[in-house]
């Protein structure tokens, strides 16, 4: 494990730290359509992320599921490290969407480190950063931008977060993730299509453009 954490981190955590977190980590692989924490759930562990891509979703009063925000190698999930500092429970579901390898480390290392280590310190904000400008931007594109506008941004962010051009999704998965119904989402897939953005086959998307 300490191998690993050297080849992702070494530039970004302390020596001992990365010493540290090889002691109390237990390595995860998740496969893809898996999740990985669920809404309510008592948190445990910190994710940090080793390699693969994880959706963070969250949900309304009606239970209708809003995309937040991706995580990739080398991040970490700031609303997990949120809830455990405020000592509650899950109020995400983090969802693979590229097979998985990720750290797990004791939500009781959480404070500890902010103490002990700098480097964790600058970490965790820069993290908490992250999060807040992708939030901003997904309230800027929920306000200002049009349902065909959305739903182009999300398939090329999520080509771009799989690095892939052909995405493997159904309707309604989409239709889920921008909290609106399969119809819609179908006849914009149709029209991108027609625009040349994109090419649809049966449960496949791959940009064009």
Same mark, same amino acid.
């Given at each position: 494990?300490?191998?690993?954490? +050297?080849?992702?981190?070494?530039? #970004?955590?302390?020596?001992?730290?990365?010493?540290?977190?090889?002691?109390?980590?237990?390595? %995860?692989?998740?496969?893809?359509?898996?999740?990985? #924490?669920? #809404?309510?759930?008592?948190?445990?562990?910190?994710?940090?992320?080793?390699?693969?891509?994880? @959706?963070? +979703?969250?949900?309304?009063?009606?239970?209708?599921?809003?995309?937040?925000?991706?995580?990739?190698?080398?991040? @970490?999930?700031?609303?997990?490290?949120?809830?455990?500092?405020?000592?509650?429970?899950?109020?995400?579901?983090?969802?693979?969407?590229?097979?998985?390898?990720?750290?797990?480390?004791?939500?009781?290392?959480?404070?500890?480190?902010?103490?002990?280590? %700098?480097?964790?310190?600058?970490?965790?904000?820069?993290?908490?950063?992250?999060?807040?400008?992708?939030?901003?931007?997904?309230?800027?594109?929920?306000?200002?931008?049009?349902?065909?506008?959305?739903?182009?941004?999300? +398939?090329?962010?999520?080509?771009?977060?799989?690095?892939?051009?052909?995405?493997?999704?159904?309707?309604?998965?989409?239709?889920?993730?921008? @909290?609106? @119904? %399969?119809?819609?989402?179908?006849?914009?897939?149709?029209?991108?299509?027609?625009?040349?953005? +994109?090419?649809?086959? %049966?449960?496949?998307?791959?940009?064009?453009?």
């Amino acid at each position: 494990m300490k191998e690993k954490l +050297i080849a992702k981190y070494q530039y #970004i955590f302390e020596e001992n730290l990365i010493k540290e977190m090889a002691l109390v980590g237990q390595i %995860r692989k998740v496969k893809k359509g898996n999740t990985m #924490i669920d #809404i309510g759930n008592n948190i445990t562990h910190i994710p940090l992320i080793l390699d693969g891509a994880i @959706s963070v +979703i969250n949900e309304d009063k009606d239970q209708n599921e809003y995309l937040l925000y991706y995580l990739e190698i080398g991040d @970490s999930c700031a609303m997990t490290m949120s809830c455990c500092l405020g000592g509650k429970k899950s109020e995400i579901r983090a969802l693979v969407e590229k097979d998985a390898e990720v750290v797990m480390f004791p939500v009781s290392k959480m404070e500890d480190w902010l103490i002990k280590y %700098r480097s964790w310190r600058i970490f965790v904000f820069q993290n908490y950063e992250a999060v807040m400008s992708e939030m901003l931007e997904a309230i800027d594109t929920l306000a200002f931008h049009n349902m065909e506008e959305r739903l182009y941004k999300y +398939i090329r962010d999520k080509v771009l977060v799989l690095e892939t051009s052909t995405l493997e999704i159904t309707h309604h998965q989409i239709a889920k993730d921008l @909290s609106t @119904s %399969r119809v819609v989402i179908s006849r914009l897939i149709k029209k991108l299509a027609l625009d040349h953005k +994109i090419k649809s086959t %049966r449960n496949s998307i791959t940009l064009l453009k």
